[in-house]
Each structure stands twice: as C-alpha cells, then as structure tokens.
C-alpha cells in the first residue's frame, strides 16, 4: 500500500474535522446528504457526458493504482538484460529465445523476439515506441477523468449553493431561517472545494506519477533490446540502462562483475 496517498487522505481529512470541531464545536451541521448528492453526483455525471461510458468504467478500475506500490523493476529487469547480453555474446542472439519464456514483461518479451527474428533495430524502436505512444494516451485519458472530476465538483458546488441561497430568498419573511439556511446554502461548495483538493485532483496528480514511472520503465527496456540487437558487452548495457534509475535509487554494486 502506497502509505504517502493513505496518510495524505487521513491528514486532509483530519485538519478539516479539527478546523470544524474547534470553530463550531458540532461536525453534525456538515452533514447534508443532499448537498454531497448533487456535489458528487453532479461531477460524476458532467464527466459522463465529457468522457465516454467505457473509458470512466475503466479510470474506475485503475484508481487503486494510486494506492499501491510496487516494488522497483528496473534493478531486475537490467540485470535480465545484462545475462540476456552475455548469453547472447557467447551463443549468438538466437540462443535468447530459449530465455524468454522466463521473461514476465510483455513489452521486453516482445521486443526481444523482434530481435531474434533478425528485425532491423529501426523497426523494433517504430513498433515498441509506437505501443508506447498508446499507452500514454491511454494513461492520460484516465488522469483527465480524475481532472475533469476536480475541475466539476467545485462548479457543482456553487451550483448547490446558488440552489439554497434561492430557496432562502423564498422565505425572507421568517428572519429565524436565514443563518441556518445560508449555512446549508454553502455546505455544497465546502462539499465540492474539499472533494476536488483532497480527492480527485490529488488522485490524478498520483496516476500521473504512476504512468511516468512506467514510461520510463519502458524507455529503459526498448534502449535495453536494441543494445543486444547491436551486439553491445553487457558491462557498457549495464551502465547505459543504470541512466534510467536515480542514483540515490541504483544498486549499491553499480560496477558490472
């Protein structure tokens, strides 16, 4: 579990209920139902109309991308190249194929058989980057669902806002009714101001991180299959692919044996 996402949530969430607690003394009069159903659901449906049905159905399904942490692959992953190389030095590139049924990786899997079937390294970068370049329009569709969400909520707000402040104005004649009804009036925009700031823009901020992390990931893997394509030693691989990690993140045993 991604502990930053959780913590961030719990901290929001917990200054909010402290600020209310300490200036009203009562969290009960945040509270109203309607307003988080016309907030929430405002949003939920002015993205529906902007996105097409399947594509939030799928953002949905990636959310909890956000709150997971996978452990780093580009160690594991540059080491498979470097045994990939040296096999490849000492046996030729045909003897990989025996190897890659051991690959995980969909995407190395698959530039690696392009290179076994002898494919020009020309064409091997065109067909990987070219599967790349969908998945970052796949990856931004579903951060501009989350967007979308945090740019809506806080309109719905005002609009449940407006709402109230209309249905106050109806009863002037009773004095008694206007603190409390103003107070529910702008219940909706606290409702969509703190769903925008602490969830949906935050939550696409995050799947924006995750979806660079891969990306990088597989740059790293397309300049790995076309080093063995061109023959490179697995030592100058190594050091190449090592480019793609953070130095306070590399390896301690940075020098390839």
Do not use: C, W
Request: charged residues 20%.
């Amino acid at each position: 579990m991604d502990l930053a996402t959780i913590l961030g949530i719990i901290i929001g969430l917990g200054l909010v209920v402290f600020t209310i607690l300490s200036g009203s003394g009562s969290a009960t009069i945040f509270v109203h139902i309607p307003s988080l159903a016309v907030v929430f659901g405002g949003a939920v449906a002015a993205t529906l109309v902007h996105t097409p049905l399947g594509e939030v159905i799928s953002a949905m399904k990636v959310v909890g991308n956000a709150f997971k942490v996978e452990p780093a692959k580009e160690p594991e992953i540059i080491d498979q190249f470097v045994d990939l190389a040296k096999k490849a030095r000492r046996e030729g590139i045909l003897a990989i194929d025996r190897e890659l049924g051991n690959i995980e990786d969909d995407f190395m899997r698959s530039g690696l058989e392009m290179a076994v079937d002898g494919s020009e390294p020309e064409t091997i970068r065109s067909v990987l980057e070219t599967e790349l370049q969908y998945l970052i329009e796949r990856h931004k569709r579903g951060k501009q669902i989350f967007s979308s969400l945090g740019m809506y909520a806080p309109a719905f707000g005002m609009i449940g806002t407006l709402i109230g402040l209309i249905a106050m104005l109806q009863n002037l004649d009773d004095p008694s009714n206007i603190g409390g009804g103003m107070a529910v009036a702008l219940i909706t925009t606290f409702y969509g101001a703190l769903m925008a700031n602490l969830m949906f823009l935050p939550l696409a901020g995050k799947l924006q991180n995750r979806s660079d992390e891969e990306i990088t990931r597989k740059e790293m893997i397309i300049e790995g299959v076309l080093a063995i394509q061109y023959g490179e030693h697995p030592k100058n691989i190594h050091r190449k692919l090592l480019n793609f990690i953070a130095p306070k993140s590399r390896p301690l045993d940075e020098e390839e044996e």
